[in-house]
């Protein structure tokens, strides 16, 4: 059974820091694209970032510069650092997995940043 895991939501104040954990379980983790994406309230799901299984990384705009996504293969394990955080960051953040023809998302934790 796939789970992805997500933790290290909460409360922030705007220009505070969160690390968000994504820990995978029931795939082949290093073979995976890993990826953050958030949903806003009446918006849609958006990309946050992605880190290839080989490393390579793209970022929003919105985030470049603030945001960090990093992996630990050997933990099976996606972070992103999240550091300037600004109220409009604030949204359910999801854990994304993508190895072509599979694909997973997790349950979301709450990201919820005040002025």
């Known amino acids: 059974q796939v789970q992805l895991v997500e933790s290290g939501g909460g409360l922030a104040q705007a220009g505070g820091s969160l690390r968000l954990y994504c820990a995978a379980s029931g795939i082949n983790f290093r073979l995976y694209n890993m990826g953050w994406y958030r949903q806003a309230p009446g918006k849609q799901r958006e990309l946050v970032a992605t880190?290839?299984?080989?490393?390579?990384?793209n970022y929003a705009d919105d985030v470049k510069g603030r945001f960090t996504i990093s992996r630990d293969n050997r933990k099976n394990t996606v972070y992103l650092q999240m550091n300037g955080l600004k109220p409009e960051d604030t949204a359910v953040y999801y854990c994304?997995?993508?190895?072509?023809?599979?694909?997973?998302w997790g349950q979301g934790t709450q990201v919820t940043v005040s002025l």
């Open positions: 880190i290839t299984r080989g490393d390579a990384t």
């Open positions: 994304h997995a993508d190895h072509p023809p599979n694909a997973y």
